[in-house]
């Protein structure tokens, strides 16, 4: 960005590992009073920073992707003079196919593309690489969405068990011995294992009581003690 005369507004540059941002203008604060127009002060500020903590989607070379469905938009955008050239789109299978990117406008290369299945896949760029998931994040929650007590019917019944709904509010819960059935019409069985039984409890005091008699008049005589000798010293 140039001011008057042609002068640098803002400069951009990186360090070593770091990047530096300087605007050369001590009025920026006009815009976000509206002067003249104003001008966008709290968003510049806010992409600068961004900038400078390296966020991705503000590098000036980027390789991003949009899935919907199984379809893929791959997008590129550059700051170079030439074309950056085709993406290489590996599969989950380890297929790779390279897909042409035309531009679309200045600066911004973009192409559709079809992914054959779900999974992972591995964009590349030259030195961009990209991961993109095709499908829903946890595919194996959408196999069956609806709840059936039938994986752990057989189960349930081998060990005089079963399955049922909450339906009609909280059954009835009972406690049965072990090898009875744990399953009725209203109710459900539990079987106690005793495993948290606490067998005894002994409460045992510290001191007797008058042990506690003869430290509390040994403290108090011990505090007689030191405040009287504090007062002859002062007299």
């Given at each position: 960005?140039?001011?008057?005369?042609?002068?640098?507004?803002?400069?951009?540059?990186?360090?070593?590992?770091?990047?530096?941002?300087?605007?050369?203008?001590?009025?920026?604060?006009?815009?976000?009073?509206?002067?003249?127009?104003?001008?966008?002060?709290?968003?510049?500020?806010?992409?600068?920073?961004?900038?400078?903590?390296?966020?991705?989607?503000?590098?000036?070379?980027?390789?991003?992707?949009?899935?919907?469905?199984?379809?893929?938009?791959?997008?590129?955008?550059?700051?170079?003079?030439?074309?950056?050239?085709?993406?290489?789109?590996?599969?989950?299978?380890?297929?790779?196919?390279?897909?042409?990117?035309?531009?679309?406008?200045?600066?911004?290369?973009?192409?559709?593309?079809?992914?054959?299945?779900?999974?992972?896949?591995?964009?590349?760029?030259?030195?961009?690489?990209?991961?993109?998931?095709?499908?829903?994040?946890?595919?194996?929650?959408?196999?069956?969405?609806?709840?059936?007590?039938?994986?752990?019917?057989?189960?349930?019944?081998?060990?005089?068990?079963?399955?049922?709904?909450?339906?009609?509010?909280?059954?009835?819960?009972?406690a049965v011995g072990a090898g009875r059935p744990a399953l009725g019409r209203g109710w459900i069985g539990v079987t106690p294992r005793e495993?948290?039984?606490?067998?005894?409890?002994?409460?045992?005091?510290?001191?007797?009581?008058?042990?506690?008699?003869?430290?509390?008049?040994?403290?108090?005589?011990?505090?007689?003690?030191?405040?009287?000798?504090?007062?002859?010293?002062?007299?």
């Amino acid at each position: 960005m140039s001011g008057p005369y042609d002068l640098p507004l803002l400069v951009l540059n990186r360090v070593d590992k770091g990047r530096v941002a300087v605007l050369a203008s001590d009025q920026a604060w006009l815009w976000g009073r509206g002067y003249e127009g104003g001008g966008p002060l709290l968003e510049l500020l806010r992409r600068l920073t961004y900038w400078m903590l390296k966020e991705p989607e503000l590098e000036e070379e980027t390789l991003t992707a949009e899935v919907k469905g199984e379809a893929m938009t791959i997008t590129r955008r550059s700051m170079l003079d030439e074309a950056p050239g085709p993406v290489t789109i590996t599969g989950p299978d380890g297929a790779r196919v390279v897909v042409e990117m035309p531009e679309a406008s200045p600066g911004k290369y973009q192409a559709d593309w079809q992914a054959p299945a779900l999974g992972l896949y591995r964009l590349e760029q030259g030195d961009l690489v990209r991961v993109i998931a095709v499908g829903p994040a946890s595919p194996r929650e959408f196999i069956e969405t609806i709840a059936s007590g039938a994986e752990l019917q057989l189960l349930a019944g081998a060990t005089l068990g079963g399955v049922t709904r909450l339906e009609d509010g909280m059954p009835d819960i009972r406690a049965v011995g072990a090898g009875r059935p744990a399953l009725g019409r209203g109710w459900i069985g539990v079987t106690p294992r005793e495993a948290y039984l606490t067998t005894d409890v002994n409460v045992v005091a510290v001191l007797p009581a008058w042990a506690w008699l003869l430290l509390a008049a040994g403290l108090a005589v011990a505090a007689w003690l030191i405040e009287g000798r504090k007062g002859a010293k002062a007299a």
